[in-house]
């Protein structure tokens, strides 16, 4: 029998609460008192209740008083075993109690069934404990310096073929869908390589427009350009004896194409206004979620710059296509998104990771990840359930639903700025927050870039 504790000093109130309580089989004590609270919940009073019912305002310490002492006590994290009482409207006590790490709270005067379901549903958050902690025993222990995660067939032939190619001096294009992990897989053949004393150099090349990418790549002297003050080395320069990753190399243009294809061949490069050619030692891997063989024939890549990156090709699945990695990876991201410093990993329900396993995850990884830093905070460390995850907005980069707005009666004005909003919002999400980089990603000039982004408030 769970045992419960009604915390008020309000003698009818608590009449009221130990009639419904006791009538469903609980077995429920009384305090008028919140340090009453705090002596049933350390074991001064003998054994320690299952879960409180109280009040915010109690006379000797108030239900805030008692959380904070409480909350200071919960080393492990997680949420309180207990349910607050609040009066009607006193939504910045009730927004400071879950801070404080209260379970749920209820407003007065509360209605009674309302009562009865958030104690049943916290009981039954503290019945999936178990069967969390199976699965967990089942995933067993995961190596700490792993770095990319999953034991699919899929992914096992990724990891023969990085084990094959990573300690060679070859160039290696990762292909795959976005937030499919290629930035893991060239971080991994830098460390296993024989350029793993020097530099991994990383150069994301959808972020920058034209002019500034080439500056990035290869460097510039001084008064090459207005603003070019001093001699600038390149990515590539610093990438010496080392490894340089090219993300997103097939959004550079042809210009800038030709010029990293003299690189590859000659292993050679002028800085921008420079004509003293620099010569440099470095290993390239690129990466691209566009199918190149499909832009060599558009005319948008050239054929001889593929074929020299081209030199060993890794493919990375799509999420969806290695669901069996789901609960691993779901693993690793509980343990790196805590719900609060210093607190221990949130756990998941069976019943949320069978959701999460249904899902076709168009956003793949990253998508995944997001959708578990959410939970974790929504469940304050405690138990992921079903109700925590949200798939609708774990990734903003979904398509919007035309017909589903039309027939919500969105007009084609409002449909617009969606699409435009999540483009903003995107783009800003790719170049990491450059505002320059951005509006020439979306073909904009700054103004109009700066008045569209301050229209939707981003």
């Known amino acids: 029998m769970q045992r419960m504790l009604v915390a008020d000093d309000d003698a009818s109130i608590r009449s009221v609460l130990r009639d419904l309580l006791e009538d469903e089989g609980y077995d429920v004590d009384e305090t008028e008192s919140g340090a009453g609270v705090l002596s049933a919940l350390t074991g001064k009073n003998g054994s320690i209740p299952d879960l409180v019912v109280m009040d915010i305002r109690m006379p000797d310490k108030t239900g805030i008083e008692v959380l904070r002492e409480l909350s200071a006590m919960n080393k492990g994290g997680g949420a309180l075993p207990i349910v607050v009482m609040t009066a009607f409207g006193t ?116 972020a920058l427009p034209e002019t500034l990418l080439e500056s990035e790549l290869f460097g510039h002297e001084k008064g090459a350009f207005t603003g070019a003050v ?42 921008v206004g420079g004509s003293v050619p620099v010569k440099v030692d470095t290993r390239v891997i690129s990466a691209t979620n566009k199918v190149l063989p499909q832009e060599v024939e558009s005319g948008r890549f050239r054929e001889d710059l593929y074929y020299r990156l081209n030199v060993i090709s890794i493919y990375l699945p799509a999420l969806r296509d290695r669901l069996d990695d789901v609960p691993l990876l779901v693993e690793h991201f509980l343990s790196k998104h805590r719900a609060s410093a210093g607190s221990g990993p949130s756990r998941i329900s069976q019943g949320a990771m069978r959701t999460l396993m249904e899902y076709d995850w168009p956003g793949n990884v990253r998508q995944l990840e997001n959708a578990i830093e959410r939970a974790a905070v929504l469940s304050q460390g405690g138990v992921i359930t079903e109700d925590h995850i949200d798939l609708s907005g774990a990734d903003s980069r979904r398509f919007v639903d035309v017909a589903q707005q039309i027939r919500k009666g969105t007009t084609l004005r409002d449909l617009l700025g969606d699409v435009e909003r999540q483009a903003l919002s995107e783009a800003l999400t790719q170049t990491d927050g450059d505002r320059v980089a951005a509006a020439s990603l979306l073909g904009l000039d700054i103004p109009e870039f700066q008045s569209r982004f301050s229209a939707f408030n981003l």
């Open 91 to 206: 939504s910045s006590v009730a927004i400071e109690a879950m801070q404080l790490g209260a379970y749920d709270y209820i407003t007065k005067p509360f209605n009674l069934d309302e009562v009865l379901v958030t104690i049943q549903r916290y009981f039954e958050r503290m019945a999936l404990s178990e069967q969390v902690q199976e699965l967990s025993t089942r995933l067993g222990e995961r190596d700490p310096n792993e770095i990319i995660i999953g034991n699919s067939q899929p992914m096992q032939e990724v990891y023969k073929t990085v084990g094959r190619v990573a300690r060679s001096d070859a160039t290696v294009l990762i292909t795959g869908e976005t937030g499919t992990g290629k930035e893991l897989v060239a971080t991994v053949l830098h460390r296993s390589s024989s350029y793993r004393a020097g530099q991994l150099v990383k150069v994301n090349c959808a």
């Open 230 to 271: 001093n001699q600038r080395k390149g990515r590539f320069e610093m990438a010496n004896k080392g490894t340089i990753f090219l993300d997103e190399v097939g959004e550079m243009t042809l210009s800038t194409q030709k010029k990293l294809l003299r690189v590859l061949q000659e292993r050679e490069f002028d800085r």
